[in-house]
């Protein structure tokens, strides 16, 4: 029994959520969502990770150690990601001389 009341928890915010958004999508198709993304984005995403922090009980040192795993990793997708895009302009610009 205590399964489906963890199960219920998890499941019943999201659901509720999205009905909420069924019911306002169907009642105004033109609904404007700027408001709704600027709160998920600015108010949402912050307290999911203070949330998800201070929930597992790492240290600060454990934090402060994978830190700098966690930069290295950013550094290099940013790298990749500028490569990338590099390479897409270039392929783009030779398409469009021909």
Not at 15 to 42: H, R, S
Not at 47 to 57: D, E, H, K, P, W
């Amino acid at each position: 029994m205590d399964i489906y009341l963890k199960l219920f928890e998890v499941l019943f915010p999201i659901f509720f959520v999205v009905g909420i958004g069924y019911y306002l999508g169907k009642n105004n198709p033109k609904i404007d969502t700027t408001f709704i993304t600027n709160f998920a984005a600015n108010i949402g995403t912050p307290a999911m990770i203070i949330y998800a922090l201070t929930s597992t009980g790492i240290s600060f040192e454990i934090f402060k150690n994978y830190f700098w795993y966690y930069l290295i990793a950013i550094i290099i997708f940013t790298f990749i990601g500028i490569i990338f895009l590099f390479f897409l302009k270039f392929v783009s610009m030779l398409l469009c001389d021909h």
